[in-house]
């Protein structure tokens, strides 16, 4: 049995113009031997019609790649927040991204299934129990994503599609970069909030790699968590130059628990951020746990927040 964790060992693309501190993230068992080779060899396998294996997606970020990379699925996840692209949209659907109806999902017998790294300790047992390959694609930074994209080509025999998205990528990036090296580069705290609670995220969140992306220093480095419980007395001490605000979920109700926590919680009034005016709460569809493709619109979110200026 195939099981891979796309994500964890530092690597680079090769001939991608970043630095040390943005390293692309993948990593495969290799207690597992070859996927490529053993997907090949598989012969008590299930396929659609068209002779392709089963492929389940369990969250929209993947099922994005998937089309990026025309991988045919066999199943979706439910999602409340978006829409499936064209290709997919008339799949079954196989429950909501963090519990997908593991009855469902068994009983389509999948080759492979595909999920975001940051279930995993969710969603292993659970794939385990059904004796099935799977994948868990590194979403935490938009560098990770296109590693994911990079092994994903390997794996599913998709390498030229996978070679054209990350030339694009390095394309992009050198120009953003070229752009950002000579702005001064902000001191920011990440908020993320729960409906009720809030945490820090990390660089190593998909919201702290953007504003890493976008010269932003997040006022907690080198952590090695996504997010982070830390008391405001210490944040206080970190004297951010901004501080941005986003949601895990219900995007609506966390924002008017940061206004009232703002409001109500007078230690905030002694941070030089807010004296400033610069809070600012990050659009929910632009800013969520998982890479996108829309990562460029967040970073010119990021750029106006930051510099008053559009990328």
């Not at 390959?133 to 390997?154: P, Q, R, T």
């Not at 996978?162 to 990528?169: K, N, P, T």
């Not at 970069?177 to 998909?206: F, H, I, W």
């Amino acid at each position: 049995m195939n099981k891979k964790v796309i994500a964890g060992k530092k690597q680079m693309i090769a001939g991608i113009l970043i630095l040390a501190v943005f390293m692309l993230t993948g990593c495969v068992d290799q207690q597992q031997g070859n996927a490529k080779e053993s997907l090949g060899e598989s012969a008590d396998t299930n396929t659609l019609d068209n002779g392709e294996k089963v492929i389940l997606a369990t969250s929209m970020a993947t099922v994005a790649i998937c089309d990026k990379l025309e991988i045919p699925l066999a199943g979706i996840p439910d999602s409340n927040l978006s829409e499936p692209p064209e290709r997919y949209k008339d799949l079954p659907r196989i429950g909501m991204a963090m519990s997908p109806d593991m009855e469902i999902v068994s009983a389509m017998k999948p080759d492979w299934i595909l999920s975001p790294v940051s279930l995993i300790s969710d969603l292993q047992p659970k794939y385990d129990a059904i004796h099935t390959d799977y994948a868990f694609l590194n979403l935490n930074s938009v560098a990770g994503m296109y590693k994911s994209i990079e092994e994903l080509g390997i794996l599913f025999g998709r390498e030229e599609k996978a070679e054209e998205l990350i030339q694009e990528f390095e394309t992009f990036y050198e120009e953003y970069r070229n752009k950002q090296k000579d702005k001064e580069s902000p001191a920011v705290l990440v908020l993320m909030g729960l409906p009720g609670s809030y945490v820090v995220a990390t660089e190593n969140s998909y919201v702290g790699s953007l504003v890493k992306m976008a010269g932003g220093i997040n006022v907690y480095p080198e952590e090695t968590k996504d997010f982070i419980n830390v008391n405001t007395e210490d944040m206080l001490k970190r004297d951010p130059d901004i501080i941005v605000r986003t949601a895990h979920a219900l995007p609506e109700e966390v924002m008017e628990m940061f206004a009232e926590e703002f409001k109500t919680n007078d230690i905030w009034k002694l941070f030089r951020a807010v004296k400033d005016e610069r809070v600012y709460d990050l659009s929910y569809d632009k800013f969520g746990m998982s890479a996108t493709f829309g990562y460029p619109e967040a970073l010119e979110e990021l750029d106006e927040i930051f510099y008053g200026e559009e990328s």
